[in-house]
């Protein structure tokens, strides 16, 4: 039944699994329709578990809200933390989005290694194909942006560091910050208020900080990656990153966070820094604006790993998966 549409009514029967201990089994052959044959496998992929008469495979992407319950609102602590741990002690085989997902998956909901796989992120092909100048120049003109400007892209929230981003940015020389913009995409998150004001002010002292908290589509994003002269990315927490490899799609240079899952992303095709150190992050940013050479190596290399991660890739790993749960 691979790829196959659940029918709508699967959502009737969803809540009350999630939020009663003691609701009743989900009969698949009903969840398939009536007469159709019993599901082979069923894959939960945003945690939220329904007890099935068939194997379970569910993704579990990290484990933020038990390893730092500083990043998450204490009612979306409880939740996630719940449906998390209750996802991996039910699913008969869970899949992570890499390597260091798995050591936290394993340290914090006790999960058995051995039932774990790894299936890398991706990016759909048009990421590798070149946007059309003029709809790039034009998205560009939109935002008052100037090509070979910084670029961050991801939601406003405390993990992803975009607080010292920011600083280092504003420590640049003059004449660099003149030079190249910092562009910040994404929507405000939790605890961005102060941070939201930060960016603001900056850019009503004159620095060359925009901040886009929105945009009309997909398409419009592609043209913003395309314009960056580099992607920086100080994240502290990923349980894979896709920005990264967005950008490494796009042939923009990245410098990125030494943390988490990003070097494993990476593999080398970016430079890589201390989150936690502003200066380090201030040097990342002035190399890939001054050393052209290290320019094109970081985009040749970002290029050949992002055709490592493709969604096409991920569907063939998942479905790899599969086969080995319904083998066991």
């Not at 998450?72 to 933390?81: E, F, I």
């Not at 003029?134 to 993990?159: C, I």
């Not at 992002?306 to 890739?313: G, H, I, N, R």
Request: a neutral charge.
């Amino acid at each position: 039944h691979v790829g196959r549409a659940l029918p709508r009514s699967f959502r009737g029967a969803t809540l009350a699994d999630l939020v009663l201990p003691s609701s009743v089994r989900m009969p698949v052959r009903g969840l398939a329709g009536q007469g159709a044959a019993p599901l082979d496998l069923f894959h939960a992929t945003d945690y939220r578990i329904v007890r099935m008469d068939c194997p379970v495979v569910a993704t579990l992407h990290d484990a933020v809200p038990i390893a730092h319950p500083e990043w998450c609102t204490p009612r979306l602590r409880g939740l996630k933390n719940w449906l998390q741990v209750k996802a991996a002690r039910k699913a008969q085989h869970v899949i992570t989005g890499s390597h260091y997902s798995i050591r936290e998956l394993v340290e914090h909901f006790g999960v058995d290694e051995s039932k774990i796989s790894v299936v890398h992120h991706g990016v759909r092909p048009e990421w590798f194909d070149a946007p059309p100048a003029e709809a790039r120049d034009a998205t560009l003109a939109l935002h008052g942006l100037r090509a070979g400007y910084f670029l961050f892209v991801g939601t406003l929230q405390p993990r992803k560091n975009v607080g010292r981003l920011l600083e280092a940015y504003l420590a640049l020389p003059p004449v660099l910050r003149a030079a190249r913009q910092l562009v910040i995409v994404g929507a405000p998150g939790w605890l961005s208020d102060e941070l939201v004001a930060q960016i603001k002010a900056a850019g009503q002292r004159g620095e060359n900080v925009v901040w886009l908290s929105r945009l009309t589509d997909d398409a419009q994003l592609h043209h913003i990656y395309a314009g960056a002269g580099a992607f920086i990315f100080p994240s502290l927490h990923e349980g894979f990153g896709l920005p990264l490899v967005e950008a490494f799609a796009s042939g923009v240079p990245v410098a990125t966070s030494n943390a988490t899952s990003l070097p494993e992303v990476a593999q080398g095709a970016a430079l890589e820094f201390d989150p936690l150190s502003v200066p380090e992050i201030t040097a990342a940013m002035t190399t890939l604006a001054r050393d052209d050479a290290l320019r094109q190596r970081c985009i040749a290399a970002g290029r050949r790993r992002a055709l490592e991660l493709t969604w096409d890739a991920a569907a063939r790993r998942t479905v790899e998966v599969y086969r080995d749960v319904l083998s066991n």
